[in-house]
């Protein structure tokens, strides 16, 4: 099994620490492929996607701005190698999304969505997070614009489903009551990971409409999800701190 295979393998099992190692192994092992021959691109595709790989678990642990040892570093690395690596941009986007730099997280976000490949697993949450933080940058007419957009070309034809469901409450197509409700799920797996996200959007929109009070009960109630691996949960937890105590 090669290191970056093992790598994957472990960071499936969570064994953050053991992944990191394997990815750090297989990245110098590309950087060295790629400088002995550099006519051969691929190489360069190779090693930019190690760049992103330990990238993505140091993301995972909370290691994200330093400068040289920081998820986003390397996340920046993968660019500069590959710049058509958009897993890379959208790892940096969620990592500055953390970090409040919104304007950043936009701009990551807005080139992923230009070079990643059409399809609802690809393209369905960044346009979610894309809306998220043009509104709070009080762009909520261009936000609203290109959702609907986005949400008009996803459903052409197709059943409606649980991510329309978001988009659409995003839209105000839906009150927040029913939106929660419609998290539901007789799945207890796909029940605590709707109602991660029910609770994370419906905070966002509250802390949009400036009720920070409510926004953090509906983030506390996002984390009693335990959804770790959720982007949504991620989010939260760097929302609560933002706000601090609340009466």
């Known amino acids: 099994m090669s290191y ?11 064994k953050l620490s053991e992944a990191l190692d394997a990815y750090q192994q297989a990245r ?8 002995k021959d550099k006519s051969n691109t691929g190489w360069q595709w190779d090693l930019s996607s190690t760049y992103q790989n330990v990238g993505e678990v140091l993301e995972a642990q909370g290691k994200l701005d ?15 190698l590959d710049p058509s690596q958009y897993g890379a941009y959208l790892g940096r986007a969620n990592a500055k999304q953390v970090l409040a730099d919104f304007q950043g997280a936009q701009n990551d976000l807005i080139r992923y969505v230009e070079l990643a490949p059409e399809g609802r697993s690809v393209q369905d949450y960044p346009h979610l997070f ?21 949400l008009e070309k996803r459903s052409d034809g197709l059943a409606r489903d649980w991510v329309t469901g978001i988009a659409e409450f995003l839209l105000n197509k839906i009150v927040e009551a029913d ?6 799920s007789l799945d207890t797996e ?13 905070g966002m929109k509250r802390l949009l409409a400036g009720d920070k009070k409510t926004a953090a009960n509906y983030f506390r109630k996002c984390l009693a ?23």
């Open 190 to 202: 796909k029940d605590r990971g709707q109602h991660c996200e029910a609770w994370y959007y419906s």
């Open 225 to 247: 999800t335990r959804e770790s691996n959720f982007d949504e949960y991620i989010f939260a937890q760097a929302e609560l701190k933002r706000i601090g105590p609340t009466k």
């Open 66 to 80: 330093d400068p040289l040892h920081g998820a986003i570093a390397y996340y920046t690395q993968a660019i500069r």
């Open 130 to 150: 894309l809306w998220l933080l043009r509104s709070r940058q009080g762009r909520i007419a261009e936000a609203n614009q290109e959702l609907s957009i986005y």
């Open 4 to 14: 970056g295979k093992l790598g994957d393998v472990l960071q499936a099992q969570g």
């Open 28 to 35: 110098v092992i590309a950087k060295g492929l790629a400088e």
């Open 179 to 184: 939106f929660v409700a419609a998290a539901n």
